[in-house]
C-alpha cells in the first residue's frame, strides 16, 4: 500500500513537471522551442514608436519630475520590445538591427539606473546612444517598410 501512494506520488510529480515543460513550450524531452512573439509586427512597431517618443522626451527635457526613473523605465522596455523585435524576421541585417536597438536603449537603461543612485548622468550618452537608435530604426525601415 505504501509503494503505491509514492508510485503514485511519483507519477503526479511526472505528470505535473511535464505539463509545466509544455506550457514552458518545451517538448516533453525538455527541451524548449524557439522564442515566438505573439504581438503583430505592426503592434510591436507602434509601442516601440511609442517608447522611443516618450523616451526623447525625457532625454530633451531635463527637468522633468523623476527623469531618470523614466528613463530607465522607457530604454528597459524599449530594449525588450526590440529584443521581441529580434525574432520577426529571419534576415541577419534586420536581427542586426533589432538587436542594435535593444543594446542602445539597454546602454541608455544602465546610464538612468546609476544616475539614479550617484544623482547625476552621461547625457552626452543618452543623446548619442538616442541618435543611433533613431539611425537604426530608419535604417532598417529604408530596407522593410
Known amino acids: 500500500m505504501k509503494s503505491s501512494k509514492v508510485g503514485l506520488v511519483l507519477a503526479s510529480t511526472a505528470i505535473g513537471l511535464f505539463g509545466l515543460n509544455v506550457l514552458a ?3 516533453e524531452s ?3 522551442d524557439a522564442f ?5 509586427l505592426h503592434s510591436l512597431m507602434e509601442a516601440q ?3 522611443f517618443k516618450g523616451l526623447g522626451k525625457l532625454i530633451n527635457n531635463p527637468d522633468a519630475p523623476k527623469r531618470m ?6 530604454a528597459e522596455l ?5 529584443n521581441v523585435n529580434v525574432h ?3 534576415a ?9 536597438v535593444r543594446d542602445d536603449a539597454m546602454v541608455i537603461a544602465k546610464e538612468a539606473k546609476k544616475a539614479r543612485k550617484s544623482g547625476s548622468a552621461d547625457e552626452a550618452v543618452f543623446k548619442a546612444k538616442f541618435a543611433n537608435i533613431k539611425n537604426t530604426c530608419g535604417a532598417c525601415h529604408d530596407v522593410y517598410q
Open 25 to 27: 513550450g518545451a517538448d
Open 30 to 32: 525538455g527541451k524548449s
Open 36 to 40: 515566438k512573439p505573439v504581438a503583430s
Open 49 to 51: 514608436v511609442d517608447y
Open 69 to 74: 526613473k523614466y528613463i530607465h523605465r522607457k
Open 78 to 82: 524599449l530594449a525588450e520590445l526590440a
Open 88 to 90: 520577426h524576421n529571419k
Open 92 to 100: 541577419v541585417d534586420y536581427r542586426a538591427w533589432a538587436a542594435s
